[in-house]
């Protein structure tokens, strides 16, 4: 059952900062395309991205609240934290890549991605 709740954990961590990564930088795209323009009120763009993050909250509360250890999950808090991070960039350089085709990702990101998966893994020891 353990694994189970991880494996829903990580899941839901995905879906989670899928949603994330568009309330925040969605709206950069969406004037790349046409779709607003920089003279859209901000306060518009505002509303439009606590939308998305409410569908953010929707995965995160649920897979936090499922993947701590204290409801019977797999993870510690800080386990939680450090693998949500991970995910989010994860999310963020795959958004980069493939919506924002100016943008690309150089040795120095890999590096820092590198040291990530270090911090997962300290995270993670005894």
């Known amino acids: 059952m353990e694994k189970m709740n991880a494996l829903l ?9 899928i949603f994330m990564t568009f309330a925040w930088y969605g709206h950069l795209k969406l004037q790349q395309m046409k779709v607003i323009s920089s003279a859209t009120p901000l306060i518009t763009v505002i509303l439009i991205s606590w939308g998305i993050a409410l569908m953010e909250y929707m995965f995160m509360v649920p897979a936090n609240r499922i993947g701590f250890h204290g409801n019977g999950g797999a993870f510690t808090l800080p386990q939680l934290k450090v693998i949500q991070e991970a995910i989010a960039l994860i999310v963020f350089a795959v958004f980069t890549v493939v919506l924002f085709k100016g943008e690309s990702l150089h ?13 997962v893994w300290f995270v993670f020891m005894d």
């Open 9 to 17: 954990t990580i899941l839901l961590l995905v879906v989670s900062n």
């Open 107 to 119: 040795w120095n990101h890999l590096a820092a991605f590198g040291c990530l998966l270090a911090a």
